[in-house]
C-alpha cells in the first residue's frame, strides 16, 4: 500500500484524541452521490465529534434548500448522530439586499465555538478553501488541518439538474439503496 500525503494525515487524524468538529459548506443544490460520500468520509472517522454543513438558500433552477434538506433526509444523513446541517446566515450587502456565504459561516463557526477544535472538510478540488479557512480564522486558536476527502467519481450538482430537466436516468446521482422513485416523487411534491 501507497502511503501518499492524504493518507498519511487521516492516521495522523484517526490516531488523535482530540476529538475535531469538521465544518464545511456549499450549495447542494441538489445533494448527489459525491456530497453523500463526502460527508461519510468524514462522519466515520473515530475522533470526528460532528460534521456541520452549511448550505446557501439560493435556488438553482427550481431546487432550494427545501429538496437539499429532504435529500439530506431520504439519505439518512440528517439522522445521523454526528451531522448537523445549518441554512446559511443572511448576510447584508453594502449596496442593499442580502447574500448568504457558507465559507464565511464555517470561518464564523471556529470563531464562536473556541472551546472547539475545527476543520475545514474538503476534497482535492476544494484544497484552496482549507487553506483560505486556516489563515481567516488562525487568530481563533482552535482551527487545525484536517485530511482532504478523497474524490468520489466526476460528477457534480450541475449535471444531476440537467439530467433531471432532460429526463434523464439520476440513478448515477444518487447514495447505494436510494432508486430514483423516490427522489423522482419528491421533486414532484
Known amino acids: 500500500m501507497k502511503l501518499t500525503e492524504a493518507k498519511l494525515k487521516q492516521l495522523i487524524l484517526e490516531v488523535m484524541s482530540e476529538e475535531i468538529t469538521i465544518v464545511t459548506g456549499g450549495g447542494f443544490k441538489p445533494p448527489h452521490k459525491g456530497h453523500y460520500e463526502f460527508f461519510k468520509f468524514y462522519l466515520d472517522m473515530p475522533n470526528v465529534k460532528k460534521l456541520v454543513v452549511f448550505s446557501g438558500s ?24 454526528k451531522f448537523e446541517f445549518r441554512p446559511a446566515k443572511e448576510r447584508s450587502k453594502k449596496a442593499g439586499g442580502t447574500f448568504t456565504n457558507p465559507m464565511m459561516d464555517a470561518m464564523d463557526y471556529a470563531y464562536e465555538n473556541p472551546e472547539e477544535t475545527v476543520g475545514f472538510g474538503h476534497s482535492a478540488k476544494e484544497e484552496k478553501y482549507q487553506k483560505r479557512f486556516l489563515g481567516a480564522t488562525k487568530k ?13 467519481g466526476q460528477i457534480s450538482a450541475t449535471q444531476f439538474r440537467e439530467a433531471l430537466r432532460n429526463g434523464e436516468s439520476i440513478a448515477e446521482f444518487l447514495p447505494d439503496g436510494v432508486s430514483e422513485e423516490q427522489v423522482m416523487q419528491l421533486f414532484k411534491a
Open 58 to 81: 439560493k435556488e438553482r433552477e427550481g431546487i432550494g434548500l427545501d429538496k437539499t434538506i429532504a435529500l439530506f433526509e431520504l439519505y439518512g444523513l440528517m439522522d445521523h448522530p
Open 140 to 152: 481563533s486558536g482552535n482551527t487545525v488541518e484536517v485530511p482532504m476527502a478523497p474524490e468520489f
